[in-house]
């Protein structure tokens, strides 16, 4: 797979950071995008070839990277005291300076953490620092800084989220656990479980949580939003929707309706229902009680709610959301079938195994959805086209605009080395990150061009890029212990040659 295409440097942010904010502001997306600057040059991106043996960052020629922040650094609690900082960092969101939204902003990350931290809290985590450019240079500035989640009772693994259109930012917590035992574990998770807001500990973790990036300080856990495993939220335009994605085996996907515009406090939850002809569909209005929230997953499969395969990161594009669904092998739904819960046409024409309920999705794909006829289709289809050429697993993604055309950038998170998704199967863990042109109709693997070549044993998220459009920023997560530095730990890069 070997392709050009041109970049000048105009960009659409992506659900993570997609407008101008300010806090408790709404953002006007026109304002934002007369601050981006389109560039009088047009370098070139050639696509790199796959290498399944090496432990630095591998980038197309012209491009370069800095190490923005790491894990371990030290980090400012709001007393003033430093610790290192925690890792694997998720959700980037940029936050331009208002009046130099070029050259000034802040950055937030998050952390999808779950051990025990006497410093900076047990579980999840958030940091924010300040970056400005500087002859020509994006470079830190100041501290960075501590977000101290428990006012809500702490997180746990903070992944994806979205800029809301209010100027806050939704947090997700990916979590797994049913028990406080599980969240406990056994000393090495979350050790204090006296906040429990009056339910079982293990009931307040697995939600939306929004903070304010500007005055570092979380505000609330959203209930309503449900108990999942959350791995992302997208906030439509008119404050009136957010969508939101299910990390899970079989994953639901969800719809909150706010009862009013622009205010996330209160509102109703939906899940979704593809119809038979495996295209059309339609939203079921989920019970608004403590019931639901709990347990929205069951509650969803229960009033027939389609059956997916771990939904990831959601993009939205003229009015289509863009959904990773990164897939699993060997997996059953006889139980969930049993609750209630709705099997997709897709699923049964090519997922289907021998015996009852039995699936395999090695792959995985990029689903459409289209927000005003509530139809899904299959946009792109993962799969493997030889030896060493193989796209699975989608996971993070955004959107780029070049020219009058726009991309979809998608990072891989392989759930295994086997079937092509790792060149043979015998180097372990590496992940791709790819861009493919939209305008190509009835897209296939081999439209993909690969931007990037993770370290070992990493994947790439959290990518967004600067206002001006000429810097990438991107997350390198849980890569292997024993790769060189920088990549020995998880870390914040800055791509550079747009």
């Given at each position: 797979m070997n392709y050009k295409i041109f970049l000048p440097a105009i960009l659409i942010l992506i659900s993570c950071a997609e407008n101008e904010i300010q806090s408790a502001k709404k953002i006007d997306t026109n304002t934002y995008n007369e601050h981006v600057k389109i560039s009088d040059t047009i370098p070139t991106f050639e696509s790199v070839q796959s290498n399944f043996n090496g432990r630095d960052l591998i980038l197309p020629k012209g491009f370069t990277y800095t190490v923005l922040f790491s894990e371990g650094d030290d980090v400012t609690r709001e007393d003033g005291k430093k610790f290192?900082?925690?890792?694997?960092?998720?959700?980037?969101?940029?936050?331009?300076?208002?009046?130099?939204?070029?050259?000034?902003?802040?950055?937030?990350?998050?952390?999808?953490?779950?051990?025990?931290?006497?410093?900076?809290?047990?579980?999840?985590?958030?940091?924010?620092?300040?970056?400005?450019?500087?002859?020509?240079?994006?470079?830190?500035?100041?501290?960075?800084?501590?977000?101290?989640?428990?006012?809500v009772g702490y997180t746990n693994r903070n992944c994806g989220g979205s800029l809301t259109p209010n100027g806050?930012?939704?947090?997700?917590?990916?979590?797994?656990?049913?028990?406080?035992?599980?969240?406990?574990?056994?000393?090495?998770?979350?050790?204090?479980?006296?906040?429990?807001?009056?339910?079982?500990?293990?009931?307040?973790?697995?939600?939306?949580?929004?903070?304010?990036?500007?005055?570092?300080?979380?505000?609330?856990?959203?209930?309503?939003?449900?108990?999942?495993?959350?791995?992302?939220?997208?906030?439509?335009?008119?404050?009136?929707s957010v969508y939101l994605s299910d990390d899970m085996n079989p994953a639901v996907f969800f719809k909150f309706e706010t009862n009013t515009p622009f205010d996330y406090n209160s509102g109703h939850l939906y899940a979704y229902q593809m119809n038979d002809n495996g295209r059309d569909g339609n939203w079921l209005l989920l019970p608004n009680d403590t019931t639901t929230w709990i347990n929205a997953r069951t509650v969803a499969l229960e009033h027939g709610a389609s059956m997916f395969n771990r939904h990831e990161w959601l993009e939205e594009i003229d009015g289509k959301i863009y959904i990773?669904?990164?897939?699993?092998?060997?997996y059953n739904l006889t139980q969930s079938t049993a609750l209630g819960g709705k099997i997709t046409n897709y699923a049964t024409t090519n997922l289907k195994t021998e015996g009852d309920d039995n699936y395999n999705d090695p792959y995985g794909r990029i689903l459409e959805y289209d927000i005003n006829t509530k139809q899904m289709t299959i946009y792109l289809e993962g799969g493997m086209i030889d030896s060493i050429n193989c796209f699975s697993s989608p996971d993070c993604n955004t959107s780029v605009k070049i020219g009058d055309k726009t991309y979809l950038?998608?990072?891989?998170?392989?759930?295994?080395?086997?079937?092509?998704?790792?060149?043979?199967g015998e180097n372990g863990y590496y992940n791709e990150l790819y861009f493919l042109d939209m305008s190509i109709k009835n897209p296939t693997v081999k439209d993909l061009m690969r931007f990037a070549v993770a370290p070992y044993g990493s994947e790439t998220t959290g990518v967004i890029f600067t206002p001006d459009g000429k810097s990438m920023i991107m997350n390198i997560q849980h890569p292997n212990r024993t790769n060189p530095a920088p990549f020995n730990k998880s870390c914040t890069i800055l791509i550079e040659g747009f």
């Open positions: 290192p900082a925690k890792g694997n960092h998720d959700l980037s969101v940029f936050i331009p300076n208002e009046e130099y939204p070029n050259s000034k902003g802040i950055l937030y990350i998050s952390h999808e953490t779950k051990h025990k931290d006497e410093n900076l809290g047990d579980g999840g985590g958030a940091t924010i620092f300040d970056i400005e450019k500087i002859n020509n240079k994006w470079q830190v500035i100041g501290d960075y800084k501590h977000v101290d989640f428990s006012p806050t930012v939704f947090t997700c917590e990916e979590v797994w656990g049913h028990s406080t035992d599980y969240l406990y574990a056994e000393g090495k998770g979350m050790t204090d479980t006296t906040w429990v807001n009056g339910r079982p500990y293990w009931q307040n973790m697995g939600y939306v949580v929004e903070v304010d990036p500007i005055s570092r300080k979380v505000i609330k856990k959203h209930y309503q939003m449900g108990k999942f495993v959350h791995e992302d939220a997208l906030c439509t335009k008119d404050g009136k990773s669904e990164t897939g699993d092998d060997d950038v998608l990072s891989e998170d392989i759930i295994g080395t086997k079937k092509g998704r790792s060149g043979n």
